[in-house]
């Protein structure tokens, strides 16, 4: 697509529930990022794909954080046993190297936690 | 590490009146520079960025940047101030470290231009 996409745009869930956020990057963009934005807070890094090789994980605050990428294209973050703290707007931004404009971030998922 | 530092919370400016966002970095290496927007609700927009060569950059909607590296700044600048340019600005940094271009973004300035 022409840019990043996130869904879902909201998400509301009960606290212990488990829930999935996804991101489609721009296609023949190597390099994923998802970042969490809290109220009032900068945007905190939270895990690096770039191409086939390891994500870099050291930005995942919990084990309760996981994600993958599927075939080098589509992301999906996931939280295990959501706690009230996990509250926070979730963005996702894709990036190749010879991007004019850096890096492509989509809307974000706004996260409830209840 | 690298890190960033945007040492306004919140910029309050008239429209027509010049505005400045502030931002400092630091980083052991040659650094990308890059600015951001953030309407309400929405995600971030790219605005510029410095890789290398001019040290001002020019970037979209009339916004440009001038990278200081004695005093390890990047100042975004605007000559007259709009008032849809009220939004929340993020300044980055991201440098090469075993291949990996991880950005570091700043806490962010909100910008409100008065009519």
């Known amino acids: 697509g022409a840019g990043v996409s996130q869904s879902p745009s909201n998400k509301v869930t009960e606290k212990g529930k488990d829930v999935e956020l996804r991101c489609d990057p721009i296609s023949g963009h190597t390099a994923l990022y998802w970042y969490r934005q809290s109220l009032g807070q900068g945007l905190e890094f939270l895990i690096y794909?770039?191409?086939?090789?390891?994500?870099?994980k050291s930005g995942l605050p919990s084990d309760r954080f996981s994600a993958e990428r599927t075939g080098g294209s589509v992301s999906t973050l996931t939280i295990q046993r959501t706690q009230q703290e996990d509250s926070a707007v979730y963005l996702c931004?894709?990036?190749?190297?010879?991007?004019?404009?850096?890096?492509?971030f989509g809307s974000g998922t706004r996260l409830t936690v209840v | 590490a690298q890190s960033v530092a945007q040492p306004e919370d919140q910029v309050n400016v008239a429209e027509g009146n010049p505005l400045t966002v502030k931002c400092t970095y630091s980083?052991?290496?040659?650094?990308?520079l890059f600015w951001y927007v953030q309407y309400p609700n929405r995600g971030l927009q790219f605005l510029l960025k410095y890789i290398t060569g001019d040290n001002l950059v020019k970037g979209s909607y009339g916004f440009e940047a001038e990278f200081n590296k004695s005093q390890t700044s990047f100042h975004l600048k605007k000559p007259s101030a709009l008032v849809s340019d009220s939004a929340l600005y993020f300044c980055?940094?991201?440098?090469?470290?075993?291949?990996?271009?991880?950005?570091?973004f700043g806490r962010g300035t909100s910008l409100i231009v008065h009519p």
């Open positions: 931004a894709s990036n190749s190297p010879d991007s004019r404009y850096g890096y492509t």
């Open positions: 980055a940094v991201s440098y090469a470290s075993g291949g990996s271009y991880i950005p570091t």
């Open positions: 980083v052991s290496g040659n650094p990308y």
């Open positions: 794909f770039q191409g086939n090789s390891a994500p870099d």
